[in-house]
């Protein structure tokens, strides 16, 4: 076999393959040992039919599309990894020429992985937010969990805001009940936001035993999306009554014997957490500074095959899950399809630039992944998709995805190694050590960016759809 690479652009190469016929007797011998076991001939036992025989009665024409759809894979592979070629998806194959009992000759186009150069990044410099609790942020968070703990008691008045009233519902629309349009029961705390819209209007000013009748838009079940006409009927009203913030209400919701030790705890917690979210920033920041610095041509049908990817997964996962179709979606986001198309081709565009980038980083920085690392990065990826760990872990080795997770925890760790070496200030002029921070936020930050890039993971060559003309 002989094969020669022709390079048509910075993402896509054009392989010329000569095969001599020789090389084919294998595929041949299994493509005549097949049509035996398929077809019958009288006279003959099935599977003993003899070559001769095959091309009289089906035809050359039918062995030799057999064997050339069996060889072609072979061949094609042969030629990428003779090339050293780092191919991504299927190759567009077109048989050149196939002349019996002398030669196969066929072209493979096929997108590449672009050759990238990283640049010196030492000098990125980037700004986040400086970490500040200030008493008003402590004051909202002893406030939240003395929310957490207040009680409720039955009151002889009309609803008030606030107040946590029993409901009964009924929507109907067009006239009809709905099936699942019914509930009873229903515990609401009034300006919560957490019922149909118009429900809070609708309530207030009503005493236990009142009823009401509002119109809303459905946001799911059998008729979301449409207006419905909604009766709601007041069983109870109750008032809540908030905790005294003093000691005794640190001792009842907290391990702590007084609030004056609650409200530190809460100012180290506060402070932990805007120190990850700084930390995310940074990573954000230095990412996209990287970027910028990085010339990444994208190979236009792994685009097109990102697009559509989450384009499927947000029409037919996410917004199935909540009711919603497209259309409604970007009602409620109030943007139109070409602003949709424009935000998804970019994501997609960033998800691959930060691939290819960070891929080419882990080869630069010779980065590698170890057990350890994969553990812990499978238990983080189990939590999220909350499952066990060896349910998880399960998923992915049938699944044949445990490259992939290799793969995040390697950008990760390269995405690491950028924001150590950048310059990070806050916006009050100091700067910031992440050196102590753990890995974990750079993995999930490299994750966020290349969200949904499955396309570029599949890397492996498949047999081409193609069949040749005999």
């Known amino acids: 076999m002989k094969s020669a690479v022709e390079t048509l652009n910075p993402t896509r190469v054009r392989l010329s393959i ?3 016929f020789e090389e084919l007797k294998d595929s041949l011998d299994a493509a005549y040992k097949k049509i035996n076991q398929q077809v019958t001939v009288k006279g003959f036992r099935k599977g003993k039919i003899p070559a001769r025989i095959i091309d009289q009665r089906f035809g050359r024409g ?4 057999e064997a050339v759809n069996d060889a072609l894979p072979k061949f094609y592979t042969d030629a990428v990894n003779e090339a050293e070629l780092n191919v991504l998806g299927q190759p567009e194959v077109d048989i050149t020429e196939l002349k019996d009992g002398e030669t196969l000759n066929f072209t493979a186009e096929v997108d590449v992985r672009p050759t990238i150069e990283i640049p010196d990044y030492s000098g990125i410099e980037v700004e986040v937010d400086a970490i500040e609790v200030t008493e008003e942020d402590i004051d909202k968070s002893v406030e939240q969990l003395r929310e957490r703990f207040a009680s409720t008691s039955p009151v002889e008045r009309a609803a008030e805001d606030g107040d946590v009233v029993t409901l009964d519902l009924e929507a109907k629309v067009d006239g009809e009940v709905l099936e699942d ?3 009873t029961g229903v515990s609401y705390t009034i300006g919560s936001g957490e019922l149909l819209e118009g429900v809070d209007a609708a309530v207030t000013g009503v005493e236990a035993g009142g009823e009401a009748t509002f119109t809303s838009e459905l946001k799911g079940g059998s008729a979301a999306g449409k207006e419905a006409e909604v009766t709601v009927k007041v069983t109870q009203v109750a008032a809540r009554e908030l905790p005294a913030l003093d000691d005794e209400f640190a001792q009842l919701a907290s391990e702590f014997d007084t609030l004056e030790e609650l409200r530190a705890d809460s100012r180290k917690r506060l402070e932990n957490m805007k120190q990850y979210d700084q930390a995310t920033q940074a990573q954000e920041r230095v990412l996209e500074k990287l970027l ?3 010339e990444v041509p994208v190979p236009e049908k792994l685009l097109e095959d990102e697009i559509n990817t989450r384009k499927h997964n947000l029409e037919h996962h996410q917004l199935g899950q909540m009711g919603l179709d497209l259309e409604k979606y970007l009602e409620i986001q109030g943007k139109t399809v070409e602003e949709f198309d424009a935000e998804t081709k970019e994501a997609a565009v960033k998800g691959i630039k930060t691939q290819f980038v960070l891929d080419e980083l882990v080869n630069k920085e010779k980065l590698n992944v170890n057990q350890e690392e994969l553990t812990e990065h ?5 939590a999220s998709s909350n499952m066990s760990p060896d349910q998880f872990a399960q998923a992915v080795v049938e699944g044949g995805q445990v490259p992939m997770l290799v793969g995040e925890v390697a950008r990760g760790k390269a995405l690491a190694v950028v924001v ?11 700067i910031i050590d992440l050196d102590d921070e753990e890995e974990d936020e750079t993995t999930e930050t490299a994750e966020a960016a290349t969200e949904e890039t499955p396309a570029v993971e599949a890397e492996a060559a498949e047999a081409p759809e193609e069949k040749p003309e005999a």
């Open 18 to 20: 000569e095969v001599p």
């Open 62 to 65: 039918a062995v030799l599309e």
């Open 181 to 183: 349009g019914v509930a």
């Open 292 to 294: 910028e610095l990085v």
């Open 378 to 382: 499978l238990m983080r990826r189990a």
């Open 420 to 430: 150590e070496a950048a310059t990070v200030k806050d916006t009050n002029g100091e």
